[in-house]
């Protein structure tokens, strides 16, 4: 059965959120691991859906890993990195139990 996490567009226009509210939050991100000493960290994004805070902060520097279980929002978060320039790592699986085999992270956003 589909779910609206299976159209990222409709998604989008259902839970909009003004694009200012997410650059302060990717800011106040990025500003919490500056002032901990955390220049170009390694950021795991959980439940990333298209990756809105995890492009910010790529943009930043920040090396960003997004785990989210509904393959088109991670679709859509390859197609806005590729749009943007930046690069993202992204893997399909659930939040709650899943492995990466990727070096510890920084911090972790969700």
Known sequence: ???????PAIYDLILHRDPGVVE??????????????????????L????CAHGLLLA???HQVTGVDRAPAMLAE???RAT???VALTLQQ??????????????????
Do not use: W
């Open 77 to 79: 978060a390859e197609r």
């Open 59 to 61: 943009r930043q520097g």
């Open 47 to 50: 439940a990333c859906g298209a």
């Open 24 to 45: 302060a939050e990717a800011h106040s991100i990025h500003q919490l691991l500056v002032q901990h000493g955390v220049q170009n960290g390694r950021i795991l994004e």
């Open 93 to 110: 699986a659930d939040i709650i139990d899943f492995t990466l085999a990727t070096a510890p992270f920084d911090a972790a956003i969700f």
């Open 83 to 85: 749009v943007s320039g």
């Open 1 to 7: 059965m589909k779910s609206i996490y299976d159209f």
